[in-house]
């Protein structure tokens, strides 16, 4: 498959300004637009053949406020990009955005209906652009109840947490959202013990990782069971991942090879944890994090205002 990079971002304006604004945007990044749908809310463009490709196909996608850029490799068997899908996605919200921040307040067709930033408790303002932060836990205990009241805390501040329960409707699919969570600008991880032994919070962790800048990206939130700190401690990890690998390996024996898709994938998973758990924890214990108790005293005003500077920069 293709190397190739997506991402939605929200905004509290109308679909066919939105639909505009793309348009102008891709042009604008010297992409070449080969059609363009306003009733199906759809752009498709390309950008030529370059040192870090054959060229990239670009695909906009507006549809209630929110805008999905994906570009991907036009030669599907390009792995590496070298960055380019993500330079080519990051160029169209920035151009985007430049030009809606230029609108006028007074345009009558600026607000859409229903907007992801009236979950801030505030109503939306025009031409306002709607910030949100991703968050990835492990559900249930500590970890669960942290992530409310720091959903809570960054509402204050106009800022909206994505979190899955509320992100995954019914039979949505689990794997694209965490696809999306990997190329999240700001990632708030809330890790614990559960988490590190989680396929499911781990795989989240690693498309972060995967997508470049992770200590930029990433704002890490540990609790106090998550012993990262020294080197033995961390070892106990990526023995926790060996035997699950061995536990599968060794289930997988008993039946016949024949039809065994999903369970391969999963080993595969469980290796590539194995494999870059201990340089991850590395790096997350060497970053102060702050205790939970501090982050909750302060109402998590660092962490708040550390997230608002990274939404705010120019990469």
Known sequence: MAAKHEETRHYALATALLFEGGRAALSECGFTIERALPDEGRIEASAGVNWKSFGEDIELTVRDGAVHARSSCKVSTTVFDFGRNRQNVEAVFRALESSLARLPASRPDTIVGVVPAAATGRAPVPGELTREVFVSYAWGGESEALVERLERAFAEHGITVVRDKQALGYKADIRAFMERLGGGRCVIAVIGDKYLRSPHCMFELMRVAAQGNFQDRVFPVLLDDAKIHRSVDRVRYVQHWEAEIRELDEALKTV?????????????????????????????????????????????????SAVSAKLGAQD
């Open 256 to 304: 016949s090879a024949a039809d065994l898709k999903g369970f391969r994938e999963d080993i595969d998973r469980y290796a590539e944890i194995r494999r870059t758990i201990a340089e991850l924890t590395s790096i997350l214990g060497n970053m102060n994090t702050l205790s939970p108790q501090m982050h909750s005293e302060s109402d998590f005003a660092a962490l708040v």
